[in-house]
């Protein structure tokens, strides 16, 4: 059974940091495409940054510089390091995971990111 579980998430200060955490069961987790997106109520969910199987990555302009994509296959975990945070990060954050194979994708249930004063 694939699972996707993030964690990390919370209420920060702006220009505060926090490291949210994607823990992934039941697949290939090596194999697949892994992503960080986010969600404003309301709002669209968008692409905040992404992985590749072969530790490529790529960033949306917003958290460029200050946002860090990473992954552990030996753990089978991926990280987002979210730096000098905004008020505008606020939102309901995704980590996904596509399959290059099966093409199958797969989410988790979203963790909840506050930056507030």
């Known amino acids: 059974q694939v699972q996707l579980v993030e964690s990390g998430g919370g209420l920060v200060q702006p220009g505060g940091s926090l490291r949210l955490s994607c823990a992934a069961s039941?697949?290939?987790?090596?194999?697949?495409?892994m992503s960080w997106y986010r969600q404003c109520p309301g709002k669209e969910r968008e692409l905040v940054a992404i992985i590749t199987d072969a530790g490529s990555t790529n960033y949306a302009d917003s958290v460029k510089g200050r946002f860090t994509i990473s992954r552990d296959n030996a753990k089978n975990t991926l990280y987002l390091q979210m730096n000098t945070l905004k008020p505008e990060d606020t939102a309901v954050y995704y980590c996904?995971?596509?399959?290059?194979?099966?093409?199958?994708?797969?989410w988790g249930q979203g963790t909840q990111v506050t930056v507030s004063s």
């Open positions: 039941g697949f290939t987790f090596s194999a697949c495409v």
């Open positions: 996904k995971a596509w399959a290059p194979i099966t093409h199958r994708t797969s």
